[in-house]
């Protein structure tokens, strides 16, 4: 028995059964490389969900580290650190917000924006303000809190009843305003909607949402745990829309994959959670945040941003391509920057074509049911994202002859073993 698959025959005995990972025991990467526990090379262009931003162990974030690590991981915020505070001011300095809280993921980051809302309007004495308005497909976490807002039923059935949310359609700036009233404490918008299937807010969405929010005397947040830390092109996803957030989120890319959410805010909201009303025993920990500076230096000295920006539109040129030649099982290409779908026609299943792509040695993600989500690391290569999109088109072609040659096939999905 192989390595990876006696490590595969435990972990299902012992893991619980929330995930249904795909059977690849990551063991070890380099750049946009991963290796299984058995030596088998896979291209990443998923960067574990748009997190690995710098790559697999990128030298400088592997020695910050370990630095930090050598001189202290843990000391809780009963104390300063000099990481911790390194990092907010110069997370502050690149946003131009003036606060930085730090928690451990997107979904912390978010349950921070939550509180501080309500917190907010609590404190001037307004205790109804406690609605949030979010976006159908929207995604936002799976803690309580986060999952109020995230707009996709499925994830929330089951789980009782969720805090005041009005979901309204991604995009609709009309039912926004529909759904604002003098109870609405915050608004909550993604740049683009990378879970919820790659959808781009469209130009002047924000703005719109901004000037709403401010006739109704609610707040704006931005939720850039996706498409923040540069992945759009620019630092913050929403730079450049021509509105500025109250307060934002962020997680994922900020510290290249070391556990890291942050919650951002303008002076203005600077004392809405005061003293004992929010925390996180590990947040803002040293280690994690050296982690994060380190990858500010190296989204700098790389130029990954600008980086992204470049080569996103290349990989969405190679993306319509792809549609060009196979109109039958491609619909289109969308996104921005480094965070790409392409859409597959009505009646393919996006996760249901990865398990042949990863078998080729690729991997992708899905988002929402028919897109095959492109968020490799910022460091990716033309090359790279050339052989990764060869690897898909050929997959994608293999399911177009097989739909062609067999017309009851067509709209079915692909198992690996049959191709
Ligand atoms: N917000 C957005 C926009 C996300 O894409 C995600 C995760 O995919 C989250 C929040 C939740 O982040 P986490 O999984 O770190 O809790």
Known sequence: MSKASELLEIGRRHLYGNYKPSPFVVARGRGCELFDADGKRCLDLAAGVAVSCVGHAH?????????????????????????????????????????????????????ALLKLARHHFWGRGDKTRQR?????????????????????????????????????????????????GPDVAAVIVEPVQGEGGVFVAPSGFIAGIRKTCDEHGALLFVDEVQTGVGRLGRFLGHDGCGARADAIALAKGLAGGVPIGAMLTTEALAGALPPGTHGSTFGGNPLACAASLAVLKILDDEKLVAGAREKGEALHAMLERVVAELPTVCESA???????????????????ILPTILDRGVMLTAAGERVLRFSPPLVVTIAELEEGVAVVRKVLAEIASRAASSPAAAGGTPQTKTL
């Open 59 to 111: 030298p400088v974030l592997t020695a910050a580290i370990a630095e930090q690590a050598g001189k202290v991981i843990h000391a809780s915020n009963y104390y300063w650190n000099e990481s911790n505070i390194r990092l907010a001011a110069e997370l502050c300095r690149r946003t131009g917000f003036d606060r930085a809280f730090f928690c451990n993921s997107g979904a912390e980051a978010n349950e």
């Open 132 to 180: 949030i308005v979010a976006f159908q497909n929207a995604f936002h976490g799976r803690t309580m809190g986060a999952l109020s807002m995230t707009g996709t039923p499925k994830y929330r059935e089951g789980f009782g009843e969720m805090g005041p949310v009005t979901h309204v359609p991604y995009g609709d700036l009309d039912a926004v305003k529909k759904a604002m």
């Open 334 to 352: 969308r996104g921005d920057g480094l965070l790409r779908g392409l859409v597959l026609a009505p009646g393919h299943v996006a996760r249901d």
